[in-house]
């Protein structure tokens, strides 16, 4: 079974942790969320999320994916803990796929994984952060190797959508998109 890491920061995008978290469950994938600390997360609008688990007691598991919610002050948060770019680099290194929507984006290009890449993001969201090498799309949803990025709260189901394909397969994806009665463009 496919398993994916899900880190909750103090202030992240419940919209798209919410989102990712129940579309990739909708699809058998095996979703781990994981707090900074012991606390319940507030998230940005002030939903209060519960975290599975402690982000020090899911580093010992071993995931496929790992995936960044945005939001903010949670995308900072996330970025200013240096687990978390230590685990961005550990999935490279491994071959396997790390994710990032809205101003998330901005922890990889932090940690130097999107020199030469593809990428998207909520624009403005990595003002602060070097940039230099990045090709920038303005797309929904951009994929570069085992590098997915997303633009904000509007494409999270593109997003989630995206990784269980990733994942699982075209098959697959198609299998949870259906029920969701989704426009057809």
Known sequence: MASVLIPLAQGCEELEAVTVIDLLRRAAINVVTAGLDDKPVKASRGTVLLPDTTLEQAMQQDFDMLVLPGGLPGADHLNQDPRIHSLLKKFIENNKYIAAICAAPK???????????????????????????????????????????????????????????????????????????????
């Open 107 to 185: 922890v990889l290009a932090s940690a130097g994984l999107l020199k030469g890449r593809h990428a998207t993001c909520y624009p403005g969201s990595l003002d602060e952060v070097d940039t230099e090498g990045v090709m920038f799309e303005q797309k929904p949803v951009v994929i570069d190797g085992r590098i997915i990025t997303s633009r904000g709260p509007g494409t999270a189901m593109d997003f989630a959508l995206v990784l269980i394909e990733q994942l699982l397969g075209k098959a697959r994806r198609e299998e949870v998109e259906a029920p969701l009665q989704r426009p057809v463009a």
